[in-house]
């Protein structure tokens, strides 16, 4: 314990000594005592000022940095000031020589050995790092550096400048050490040096990312190292996260929406999606940046349908690899099949492996070969045959293994999966493992449980993936889906409560099925008697006759009879639909038993003659029995025996062609008489459909030509990115004498006045890369019309018989169908709250009985006149089918097609179930 009436003391020789002792003892006033003491005169004086020293150079006072190196050596006070002062040796060696500050760390290490005082030497280690560094002298200044911690940017910048030396692995070192520690130092410096590893630059610009601490510059240096490294995810997420960026920075938003994968936040997506439009209407007016190079950007516009530099992208490859390219692009050509035979795009797949080229360059080319083979699957997909599918189905699934897919990839399968049915097991993986509660996961898993067999799981699948869907029109495709693969299953109570549940699936499917649902219900339950009542109840036919009583008095009564004709179609039902034929079938014979009951039996008596014959393959008994079916029933009764006994399995090539021949025969004979509408379960006739082509996919064709025009795709014509490719379908078969395809008046006067309106056209044709120049100068609205009067040419293949009174048979039948419509309020109240969440003006829809839900006056004229063609007994064809996406047609599709004889198409799947 120190004297307190010592440390009063603050003069002359016993205050120094009580300074001294405060000091000793860590007193606060210390500094305050020397300073008081150092204006004294003499020995006192002078030590209490350099005590001062001492102590302002401890606390990092820089001030007197110069004062205490100044001082003589020899001296224990002076050599203390100077020590501390080395330790505390400011950036630079405040224009210290080298060889001074070498001594200035020989007396701080001597100094500190002798007092045994542990020293850190780090300050003037980094002071003689700069000075050799600054001299040349970097494998002299790597002797120091391995001992030192970077703690501030000008350390970080002397770090940097070892970076070519043989101390790099260490500076490599200590640099991922401070980033694994977010100093918080100006990391930007170190994205533009090339000679630090691309893993250290991208978790720089992560932090500073993160952080929201880059500016400008700092941010031009990581898209550039983004891009260089392929980082298309950071890329992505910089360029998304300034409002302005697509028009900034156009090329890179176009590389970023090609290459940025589907396993993205959704978010991220739907920027990339929205951006790639706004890049397209500036992307000729602004440079390329020096970072991207020509071939690069050749490769985006070529997969954005632009045109591009070739030889830029030939560049690239080598001999073989541009001999392949230029064998796609010549398959790919209006001219070829579309078809790019595979050994081709293996050759290019080998030499863009085998080829130099940058990263980004390398994302880009196979993205080109994957999308070239989704192409290729695309237009197996088209062809719509069971071996094209199976094929297309195998290119899908190596698509999807042979790298983790892009979004734009993804978009393109999930797009074959709704229009083609495609099943696929790495799809179905894909999604459990990325985005397992998406509409999209619970439909790949229904396809590809599907395909599998397991009919249960795929209802169920379809059924999620509808209450997780927002589009109206698809939810009832995929409840209409799931129904169908209930049935399929065997499940009649979930399909039952399923069509129970959805107003819009009573539009969706027709009557028939419906009642073959609920009668299958009933009788797997085991009300046997309630399932066949349920089938008479639906021919009941009610008449009114005249009764006399006792006293003679007439009197009128109702008679309930039942439609064995209606009985026998009940019959042939599932083996015409391809569903599981019992317990129906039963349930329908048991009907038909009872309705027969003491009266002759007709139609009891010909299934049972059939069957037999059937199980004979006798060939007179099924001639004999068909002649009787048609004679008593009418002739469509006596093809569907023919149809039903090819459809059996039972017999071989000879037998089915000798059934044809039988079936043919009787067609020849009774065609006239046979309506269109009664003739399309006559599968094996071959007969072509007729189909009357709505306004939607002559739009689609429309701005194909457009496309055309404007030479958009002339290089490597893709038809991808979830482009409608439905009427490219409808003009393969028809040119193949398929189908026949009739464009209706309603259609015509659509089409012209869509295009003659330019803007319009402009935004049906906005994903694609356009410019807005050459559009400016090619397309006018006398040019669309001319290009809109060339599509009618191209897709109408028939016209029907004129006559005087033809109008107003089609006009005949406008009350029934404005009954059907009214029948239907809810569904097309659904439908028109669906087409105004779109865009689309309630004004254009019909209104009855004061409401303005039903279709406008276009698609009702084409309605009643695919109406008209169904009723009447045109000669080859097998069906009428209108070629339509419009809900009003797509929704009530079973409705219209029950009630008024025409079928809804709307995919090459769907078309494909009547082009025999």
């Known amino acids: 314990h120190l004297d307190s009436r010592l440390l009063e003391e603050r003069k002359g020789s016993i205050g120094l000594l009580a300074a001294i002792l405060a000091s000793g003892a860590q007193l606060e006033d210390v500094k305050s005592r020397f300073e008081q003491l150092a204006i004294e005169e003499g020995i006192i004086g002078d030590i209490s000022a350099k005590q001062v020293l001492l102590i302002s150079i401890k606390e990092g006072n820089n001030s007197v940095w110069d004062e205490c190196i100044s001082l003589k050596q020899g001296n224990s006070l002076n050599d203390a000031c100077r020590a501390h002062a080395w330790a505390r040796t400011p950036e630079g060696g405040p224009g210290l020589s080298l060889k001074k500050l070498e001594k200035g760390l020989d007396e701080l290490n001597s100094w500190s050995e002798i007092r045994g005082i542990e020293m850190d030497a780090s300050e003037i280690k980094w002071a003689i790092v700069e000075s050799m560094a600054n001299d040349g002298e970097s494998e002299s200044a790597c002797e120091h550096f391995p001992s030192l911690n970077i703690n501030n940017n000008q350390q970080l910048r002397i770090a940097l400048s070892l970076l070519n030396s043989s101390c790099h692995e260490s500076v490599v070192a200590k640099l991922e050490k401070v980033i694994a520690n977010a100093s918080n130092l100006d990391f930007s410096i170190l994205l533009g040096h090339e000679a630090i590893p691309v893993n250290i630059r991208l978790s720089v610009s992560e932090l500073l990312d993160v952080s929201g601490s880059a500016d400008q510059d700092t941010e031009e240096m990581m898209l550039e190292l983004y891009t260089s490294t392929g980082d298309i995810k950071a890329l992505t997420g910089l360029l998304a996260a300034h409002p302005d960026s697509a028009q900034i920075n156009p090329h890179l938003t176009l590389v970023s929406a090609r290459l940025i994968g589907a396993e993205n936040d959704n978010d991220l997506l739907t920027w990339a999606r929205l951006a790639r439009r706004e890049a397209f209407l500036v992307l ?344 009787r079916a048609a004679d008593e029933m009418g002739p469509e009764h006596g093809l569907l025996i023919y149809e039903r006994a090819m459809n059996s399995s039972k017999f071989d090539v000879a037998g089915l062609k000798r059934l044809s021949e039988m079936q043919r025969t009787m067609y020849s004979r009774t065609e006239n008489v046979i309506p269109v509408r009664q003739r399309i379960h006559l599968n094996n006739l071959a007969l072509k459909p007729l189909v009357v082509v709505d306004t939607n996919l002559l739009v689609d064709a429309l701005a194909e030509r457009v496309l055309r025009e404007l030479e958009i795709e002339r290089e490597v014509p893709m038809h991808l990115d979830s482009r409608r490719e439905f009427h490219k379908t409808l003009l393969y078969r028809s040119q193949q004498g398929r189908i026949e395809m009739f464009i209706p008046a309603a259609t015509r006067n659509e089409l012209r006045n869509i295009a003659a309106i330019p803007g319009r056209m402009r935004k049906i044709c906005g994903d694609r890369l356009i410019d807005p120049k050459l559009w400016d100068e090619k397309i006018t609205e006398k040019s669309l019309v001319a290009l809109a009067d060339g599509v009618i040419t191209e897709y109408n293949s028939w016209n029907p018989e004129t006559g005087a009174n033809i109008n107003e048979l089609v006009q005949i039948r406008r009350p029934e169908f404005e009954t059907f419509f009214v029948d239907l309020k809810k569904v097309y109240s659904d439908i028109t709250d669906s087409k105004i969440s779109r865009g689309h003006s309630q004004a254009k829809r019909q209104e009855i009985e004061g409401e303005a839900l039903y279709p406008e006056a276009g698609d009702v004229d084409i309605m009643l006149f695919s109406a008209y063609l169904a009723d009447e007994s045109l000669e080859g064809f097998g069906s009428i089918l209108v070629a339509s996406r419009d809900s009003d047609f797509t929704v009530p599709a079973r409705a219209l097609q029950e009630r008024f004889g025409f079928v809804t198409v709307d995919n090459a799947q769907a078309l494909s179930r009547y082009t025999h």
């Open 284 to 627: 000729s007016d602004v440079e390329l940046p020096s970072f991207l190079s020509p071939a690069a950007f050749a490769l985006t516009s070529l997969l954005d349908g632009g045109i591009a530099d070739l030889e830029q992208v030939s560049s690239l490859l080598d001999s073989e690899g541009l001999q392949s390219f230029k064998q796609c692009r010549r398959a790919m050509m209006e001219d070829g099949d579309g078809l790019v035979p595979q050994p081709l795009l293996l050759k290019m797949e080998e030499s863009v492996s085998s080829s130099e080229m940058g990263k980004i360059e390398r994302m880009l080319f196979n993205q080109l070969i994957l999308n070239l083979k989704l192409n290729r699957a695309d237009s197996l997909l088209q062809i719509a045959e069971s071996d094209t599918h199976n094929e297309a189905e195998e290119i899908i699934e190596e698509v999807l293994t042979s790298a983790p897919p892009t979004y734009r990839l993804m978009r393109n399968v999930n797009a074959q999966v709704l229009e083609h049915g495609v099943a696929s097991g790495a799809l179905e993986r894909w999604y459990k493992n990325n985005n397992a509660h998406s509409m999209e996961a619970s439909i790949a898993t229904g396809r590809y449980a599907e395909k599998g067999g397991n009919r249960l799981e795929a209802a169920r699948s379809y059924q999620t993936a509808a209450t997780r869907c927002d589009n109206f029109e698809l939810r009832q495709k995929l409840n209409k889906e799931a129904l169908i693969s209930y049935a399929h299953a065997g499940n009649w109570p979930e399909a039952i409560e399923l069509l129970e549940s959805e107003s819009g699936l009573k539009a969706n499917i027709t009557d028939r099925f419906k009642l073959y649902l609920q009668v299958n219900d009933e009788a797997d339950r085991g009300n046997l008697e309630k399932a066949r009542s349920t089938i008479l109840a639906n021919v009941a036919e009610s008449t009114i006759i005249e009764k006399k009583n006792d006293e003679g008095e007439t009197y009128e009564v109702e008679q309930i009879t039942h439609s064995v004709e209606g009985l026998n179609l009940h019959l042939t039902y599932p083996s015409i639909h391809r569903l599981p034929e019992e317990p129906y079938r039963g349930r329908v014979l048991a009907a038909i038993n009872r309705v027969q009951k003491g009266r002759k039996r007709r139609g009891a008596d010909i299934e049972q003659v059939f069957q037999k014959a059937l199980n004979r393959k006798e060939f007179t008994e099924i001639f004999s029995v068909a002649n």
